[in-house]
Structure formats: structure tokens, C-alpha cells
């Protein structure tokens, strides 16, 4: 049995500042913390605004920044319990069997006892102390555990506002990409616009000028139709003449009809008229020509994927950078779980990307030590795999082992020639520059995988009938000794230089 001074101390926790009485439906400020019935909260603040005060506090918070608390409601649902049941009882405080006052607590039974139950056979042996010290003590135990509560409380709710401003920062980031990609395609929706307006304006002008010069033909021509069918009247009704009228001046009649039967001269299109027709002809052509490039370069640049290395894969000599973007090769192997999607003995990485559909490009940048380079000891490779692919052993890269991949090695090649693993031999690949920055390229319908220079946007090799058997795909990295490959956002990608300014050909 409960004493009556802890039950009220319930009670003080459990009662709303504002009615004075127990929680209903208790709901949790987050500013400050304080707990009040959710009704007379709504009664207190009335038609508030953006903000209002704590009852408790006087602190500013915002109206509908609060939330249910289920533990407090619960725990009034128990006081209630706790003193009904006093109710109850009488409230007795008095010992049922021996009415005499509890003023001791037996520790192993965990009830209050009298002085003569204390010297009864049943508590005999027992640990019984005043009950006054052991209600000191649960009160400490429970005070301590209102504290864990409170933290725990306090950590939910600091929780809850890193959660709130998390979003709202990415809310707000989603909004300004929005706003990007808006002004972006304003601005080629306007430049569109004035290219075509000024096409079809100068296809106008020419359009008039064939108009002016048909209109003035056809008038001359209707006037010289006219007039033949005058002469061709008179001529009728001459013939119709008795033959000694008819035969009077015959021969004036018919070098007159003849003079003025000549046919009149219509007027000619300027020959630079063709010119422009051939013009706007010709730019027709290189406009079609500059759409179908500009739709591959908005692809090109909607399509790309930031990939990141995928740890779980990579072999134990093979040391993934904190932020998954950079791998690099370490001669002690590190220790670290087995698990059947590592590489147990090619120094390889796959990316986290699975494509099982679609186009997809990224980009990989190659960083060599100057050693590396001067010896010659150069191992890498950039490429694509099938998530199937073996994992153990030694494994050749190339395309018949469904890895489709360029890159540089110094065995079983020489000079480390830059190479694409075609099957059953590389395909050696002869560049000007040395290769730091690929661009892979996947088209997975069409089954088509290219490798660019992306620093000079050169094709540098295409595998254009790979087989992926509606398999995933990955990006896949292979490095030797003084070999980093990177796969961050590296440098700033320049504009495609397929896509029209305003000064081209238009």
C-alpha cells in the first residue's frame, strides 16, 4: 500500500496547471517542455496567432508546435487507479488483521506492517525497516527514474526539432534545384523562341516577295488575256464581213492585230530570292541536325550517376575513403570481415549501383604517384560488371567474363599500353594525352558501352554488343600500387559543345 504523501506527490506531477485537475488527452509543449490538457490549452490561447506563451513558463512558443504525450496520459491513468483504490480502502492506513498503524515496511514481501505483524512467525527473519526510510528511499528510486524519463523526454525532443530543421534544409535545397531547372529551361524556351521567330520572320519576307512578284504577273496576265479576247472578237466578226467589206484594208487589219498581239513581259524573281530559299534551307537542315544533339546532350547530362564504392566488395588491400568516393591501394592488407561479395584476390571495388534498365553515364578520375609513373608499375582499370560476376580467384577483365572495361596494366603487357579488354585479346588504344579523367557510358537496351576522354570529350572506345541478360550491372575499379581512383565531382563539367549558341550557323 501506497503512503498518502507519496500518492499526492502523483497527484502534484499528474494535475494541470490550468483546470487544476488531472491530464485529459495531456499534450507536450516542445519549446519549453511543460504538459497541459490539450482543451485547456485551446481554451488559453483563445485565437492566437504564429506564437503565444507557456501558461507555466510565460515562455514563446509556437501554438502548433505541440505533441501528444502517451507516458504521461498513461501514468495519470494509474494515479487514478492508485487512489481509487485508496478510496477504496478507506484510505486505511491502519493494519486489517491487527488494526494497529503501519509504521513499519517488510523489504521482502514489499508491504507496510505493524509493530505486532513485525513480531509475528511471518515476518520473523524478515528485513523490516521504518516506513517512513523505506518511503524515502522508493521515493529517490522513482525520482531517479522521472529524471531518465525527463532525459529521455529532453533527447526526443532535441530529436524531433535536428529532424524538423533537417528537412526544412532539404526541403529548402529541393526548392532552389527546382528553381534551377525552371530557369534553365525558361531560358532555352526563350532562346528557342527567338530563333524561331526570326527564322519565320525572314521566311516572311521572302514568303512577300514571291507574293508581290505573283500578284503583278497575274494582273499583267489577266490584262493581256483581255485584251486577246477583244482582238479575238474583232477578228470574228471581220471575218463575218461581206467579201468586198472584208477584203478593205486586210492587210492593215493584220499588221495591227499583230503588233499588238506581242505578248507582255512578266516580271522576274530577283536571283537572290533562290539564294535565300537555299539558305533557309540549309539552316533547316542544321537545325534538325542541332536538335538530335542537343536531345543527346540533355540526356547526357540528366542521366549521370554519382556513384559510390561499395566497401562490402572491395578486397582487403583495397581502402575505401570515409565518403565512398575514392579507393586507393595499401601493401597491408587490412582485416576485416569475409563475406561472399568481397574480392578475394584481384585488388577490386564495385560501385553501389545496380542498372538494370535505362542510360547512365559517370565519371572516374585516375591519380597516379610520380614513382608509379616513372617506373612504369601501372595497374588500373574503369569499367563495367555483372553483379553476378566471380568473386574469388584470379579473374581476367574482359568481355567475356562480363566485364567490359579500359585501363592500363604492365603484365601480361608491355609498356603498360593503354588497352580495352576486348576478348580473346586487348584492344590497344593509341592516345595523344595521357588519360586522367573516363567517362563510362552505359546504354543497357541497346547493350552499348563507351569510354570517353572526358577532359576533351573524345570517344575513346566502344563495346557495342554487349550481352547483360536482363542482369544488374555495376560500376567496377580495379588499382595497383600507387593507383587512387576517385569518382566525386572532380571538376566542373563544361557545356556540350553540341548544343547551339546564339551566334552558330541559326
Request: hydrophobic content about 35%; overall charge negative; charged content about 30%.
Amino acid at each position: 500500500m501506497a503512503s498518502g504523501s507519496l500518492v499526492q506527490e502523483f497527484c502534484d506531477e499528474t494535475t494541470c496547471a490550468i483546470c487544476l485537475e488531472h491530464f485529459n488527452d495531456p499534450v507536450i509543449l516542445v519549446e519549453c517542455g511543460h504538459n497541459f490538457c490539450h482543451a485547456c490549452l485551446t481554451r488559453y490561447w483563445g485565437e492566437s496567432g504564429t506564437k503565444a506563451s507557456c501558461p507555466h513558463c510565460r515562455g514563446t512558443v509556437q501554438p502548433k508546435n505541440h505533441s501528444p504525450n502517451w507516458q504521461l496520459a498513461n501514468l495519470v491513468g494509474l494515479v487514478k487507479k492508485l487512489k481509487e483504490r485508496q478510496r477504496a480502502e478507506g484510505q486505511r492506513e491502519t493494519c486489517e488483521k491487527h488494526q494497529e498503524p503501519l509504521k513499519l515496511f517488510c523489504k521482502d514481501d514489499e508491504a507496510p506492517i505493524c509493530v505486532v505483524c513485525d513480531r509475528s512467525k511471518e515476518h520473523k527473519n524478515h528485513d523490516v525497516v521504518p516506513a517512513e526510510e523505506a518511503a524515502e528511499k522508493y521515493k529517490e528510486k522513482i525520482k531517479v527514474q522521472l529524471k531518465s524519463l525527463e532525459e529521455k523526454r529532453e533527447n526526443l525532443v532535441h530529436q524531433k526539432l535536428k529532424e524538423q530543421q533537417r528537412r526544412q534544409t532539404l526541403l529548402a535545397h529541393i526548392e532552389v534545384e527546382k528553381q534551377k531547372i525552371q530557369t534553365a529551361f525558361e531560358q532555352m524556351h526563350k532562346f528557342l523562341k527567338e530563333k524561331k521567330c526570326a527564322l519565320l520572320a525572314q521566311l516572311e519576307d521572302v514568303e512577300n516577295e514571291i507574293m508581290e512578284s505573283y500578284e503583278e504577273n497575274i494582273t499583267r496576265l489577266l490584262a493581256a488575256i483581255s485584251h486577246l479576247c477583244f482582238q479575238i472578237t474583232e477578228l470574228e466578226e471581220k471575218c463575218q464581213q461581206p467579201e468586198s467589206e472584208f477584203l478593205q484594208d486586210v492587210s492593215s487589219t493584220l499588221n495591227r492585230y499583230m503588233k499588238k498581239g506581242q505578248e507582255r513581259k512578266l516580271v522576274e524573281l530577283p536571283p537572290e530570292l533562290e539564294e535565300k530559299l537555299r539558305s533557309h534551307s540549309q539552316k533547316s537542315s542544321a537545325l534538325q541536325k542541332a536538335l538530335r544533339k542537343c536531345e543527346g546532350s540533355l540526356n547526357l547530362a540528366l542521366n549521370k550517376v554519382n556513384v559510390t564504392l561499395d566497401p562490402e566488395t572491395a578486397n582487403l588491400r583495397l581502402v575505401v575513403s570515409e565518403n565512398q568516393k575514392s579507393v586507393r591501394w595499401e601493401v597491408v592488407p587490412q582485416i576485416l570481415p569475409e563475406n561472399p561479395e568481397r574480392f578475394d584476390a584481384m585488388p577490386c571495388v564495385l560501385g553501389c549501383e545496380r542498372f538494370s534498365s535505362g542510360s547512365h553515364w559517370w565519371e572516374v578520375q585516375v591519380d597516379l604517384e610520380v614513382e608509379v609513373e616513372e617506373r612504369g608499375w601501372i595497374m588500373w582499370a574503369v569499367g563495367i560488371t555483372r553483379e553476378s560476376g566471380i568473386r574469388t580467384g584470379r579473374i581476367s577483365p574482359n568481355s567475356n567474363e562480363g566485364i567490359w572495361a579500359v585501363g592500363k596494366t604492365s603484365h601480361p603487357f608491355t609498356s603498360c599500353q593503354l588497352s580495352a579488354f576486348t576478348f580473346p585479346e586487348p584492344t590497344p588504344l593509341n592516345l595523344r594525352h595521357e588519360l586522367r579523367m573516363i567517362r563510362v557510358s552505359l546504354d543497357y537496351e541497346e547493350g552499348r558501352v563507351e569510354f570517353f576522354d572526358a577532359e576533351r570529350d573524345q570517344l575513346i572506345f566502344t563495346f557495342s554488343s554487349a550481352s547483360f541478360s536482363g542482369e544488374n550491372i555495376s560500376p567496377c575499379f580495379w588499382m595497383g600500387w600507387g593507383v587512387r581512383l576517385n569518382t566525386g565531382d572532380l571538376r566542373r563539367t563544361p557545356a556540350p559543345s553540341s548544343i547551339l549558341k546564339e551566334d552558330d550557323t541559326l
